[in-house]
């Protein structure tokens, strides 16, 4: 059975997509089978896994419509490929930004995604969710698909803030929707031990979120930041960078992690 994870983060620019592609090759990398869908109608995370958005035949839109199925519209890339670390994409483009209102009017809509899933199941061992930065319709289908949800964060004043929206989110849907989703883990990246505060807020988040605080950290380095423009994630575009070395350590840990939940 597939273990469904969302990242997610209703804040912009914190990491999500670069987590989301990066763990998805640093999984395939260590022999998983992932699928990674991107639910943000920005498609960076289609881009970033070497397939062109402005040329989807089917995306993640049809499958919330329910006009395609997963196994119709998901798309592989031939540069995942060449760099050993293969997973397939169900992408999105700006089409997906129409689905909020349509999906207004129809029924279990916010469990469209989940159903796609269900019937893929067998072929993956992780399923991946990018999620867009608010807390939308679109967020909500994917949260109601997931067994858990990955949180990337930065150790900055304000991500605290933040998280205490996001956990309660959490907590409503679990109440109310989903009673399988759990925070699997808050994930710091963009992380630079030299800076005091990163630090102070990375002992604040151990002391209060205990075990919930991934042990890989994520630290800030240029060469995942350089990846998107090449079409891969940094795990596949400088395997031997900082960066992509932690993302497969990151890869492990969640395979680890699966076998408690
Ligand atoms: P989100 O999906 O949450 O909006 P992104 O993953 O797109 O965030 O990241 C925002 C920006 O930060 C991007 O330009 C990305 O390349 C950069 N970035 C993300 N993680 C790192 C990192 N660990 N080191 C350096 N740059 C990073
Ligand atoms: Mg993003």
């Known amino acids: 059975m597939a273990k469904i994870f969302c990242v997610a983060n209703q804040k912009g620019g914190v990491g999500k997509t670069t987590t989301t592609v990066n763990l998805a090759a640093g999984l395939a990398k260590v022999g998983q089978r992932v699928l990674m869908v991107d639910l ?11 397939v062109d958005k402005r040329q989807l035949p089917l995306s993640v839109y049809d499958v919330l419509l ?8 998901r798309a592989q890339s031939d540069k995942l490929k060449a760099g050993g670390c293969s997973y397939d994409i169900l992408g999105s483009n700006r089409e997906l930004a129409g689905a909020e209102v349509e999906l207004v009017e129809v029924e279990r809509r916010d469990r469209r995604l989940k159903s796609a899933l269900a019937a893929v199941d067998a072929d993956y061992d992780f399923v991946l969710i990018d999620c867009p930065p608010s807390l939308s319709m679109l967020t909500l289908n994917g949260l109601c698909s997931a067994h858990g949800v990955i949180v990337p964060m930065q150790c900055e004043y304000f991500a605290l803030e933040g998280l205490t ?59 995942l930041a350089e990846a998107p423009s090449y079409g891969v994630p940094g795990v596949v575009f400088d395997p031997s960078s900082k960066g992509a070395q932690a993302f497969v350590a990151f890869a492990q840990e969640m395979v680890q992690r699966i076998q408690k939940i």
Do not use: C, W, Y
């Open 40 to 50: 943000d109608p920005q498609g960076n995370a289609t881009m970033g896994s070497g």
């Open 66 to 73: 329910e006009s395609a199925s997963i196994a119709e519209a």
């Open 165 to 223: 929206d996001l956990v309660n989110t959490i907590k409503q849907v679990k109440a109310n929707l989903n009673p399988d989703l759990q925070l699997i883990g808050l994930l710091r990246v963009m992380f630079d031990p030299r800076i005091t505060l990163q630090q102070q807020v990375s002992d604040q988040l151990k002391a209060h979120f205990g075990d919930k605080v991934f042990d890989t950290v994520i630290p800030r380095n240029v060469r």
